[in-house]
């Protein structure tokens, strides 16, 4: 056995008397045994958990301890002693103001158009020049809008400017195309020159270079037709020649072969149909043996040749007599007249 010193030996009792919980004191009469289980279960026994108190329940805020004024701070607004910031706030951009309040009224050119007063390219370039007043005040804009009870005025200046525009009659020859160059043709146009104009002209009126700017077909003939072919600068007589609901009868002399019976004949005046539309009624009777007389009241292209075709005849020759109430008459082909004041379509 080891021995140790006398003063360790008396510090390891020291600490064991320091760290040990003294037992609690057993009873009188019990026995060795039934002490030391005793300590033992009480160094072994868990603390009892401390008792909880629990909350108090939330109580409704009084309603009363705040009462609403209207000094009370809005969102946003610094509170007292606090600076006050200014916030930018944006410009809004000016309002576009409507070019018309009612944007279902008529364009002045068309309306201008509708009450006859000219086409709407004439009135484009009057309502350019200052001439034309609505409800008494100068339009000089384009593509304004006007009530349709709106009052329009012509200046003095376009009337006179009217007065000046001419319509012409030619007699267009086969080989000729009514309207603009094509396929190396020549247009008809060509031939209205001072050395073409018709030695008899009635309307004794003196040719101007003038006379030429602006002047266009109204209406057409087939390249291999002959005929009257009217050409003008006046807007009116355009719209009224070939306009949308133009109504002016033509009459064609038109040379076929063939036999053509009763129902043939009827189907021509009546019942026809081209590219899915329904002709209207028109005049067809016999001129001579070998030539027919046709009357329509419109112009659809190569109308006549297409509705021969489907009765089983051939046109081999086709000549414009007559435009409305004005005739072609003696005039020799290739050269042209002008329209005469007294005479109308």
């Known amino acids: 056995m080891v021995a140790f010193p006398d003063s360790i030996a008396r510090m390891s009792r020291l600490t064991l008397k320091v760290t040990r919980k003294p037992a609690a004191a057993a009873p009188a009469g019990m026995s060795s045994r039934a002490k030391r289980a005793q300590i033992r279960n009480q160094q072994h026994k868990a603390p009892a958990p401390a008792p909880t108190t629990a909350p108090p329940p939330p109580q ?25 910031v200014a916030r930018a706030v944006p410009t809004p951009a000016p309002a576009r103001p409507p070019r018309h309040e009612n944007p279902d009224d008529p364009r002045l050119s068309k309306r201008m158009s509708e ?18 007043s609505v409800d008494g005040k100068v339009v000089n804009t384009l593509g304004v809008r006007v009530s349709p009870f709106a009052r329009i005025e012509i200046a003095k200046a376009a009337a006179q400017h009217q ?19 094509e396929d190396g043709h020549t247009p008809a146009s060509a031939l209205i020159t001072p050395q073409n104009r018709w030695a008899d002209d009635p309307s004794r009126m003196t040719f101007k270079p003038s006379h030429l700017r602006g002047l266009a077909p109204a209406g057409r003939l087939d390249i291999d037709s002959t005929g009257l072919l ?16 133009s109504d002016v009868e033509k009459e064609y002399l038109v040379r076929v072969e063939g036999k053509l019976d009763d129902a043939g004949m009827k189907l021509l005046q009546h019942g026809l149909e081209l ?20 009357v329509l009241r419109e112009g659809r292209k190569r109308q006549i ?25 003696p005039l020799p082909v290739g050269q042209w007249r002008y329209l005469r004041r007294d005479e109308k379509f």
């Open 60 to 84: 409704a805020p009084d309603v009363q301890a705040r009462p609403r004024t209207d000094q009370r701070r809005r969102r946003g607004t610094p509170g007292p002693g606090k600076p006050v």
């Open 115 to 132: 009450l006859g007063l000219c086409s709407r390219r004439e009135a484009d370039e009057w309502i350019e020049n200052g001439w034309v």
């Open 163 to 181: 007065t000046e525009q001419v319509t012409i009659l030619h007699h267009k020859p086969i080989g000729y195309v009514s309207g603009q160059a």
């Open 230 to 245: 009217v050409f003008t600068q006046d807007g009116r007589v355009a719209k009224r020649l070939i306009g949308n609901h």
């Open 275 to 294: 590219d899915g539309v329904k002709l209207k009624p028109a005049k067809v009777s016999w001129q001579n043996e070998d030539q027919l007389r046709f």
């Open 305 to 329: 040749r297409r509705m021969c075709e489907m009765v089983g005849l051939v046109v081999t020759g086709l000549k414009r007599v007559r435009t409305g109430s004005v005739s072609l008459g």
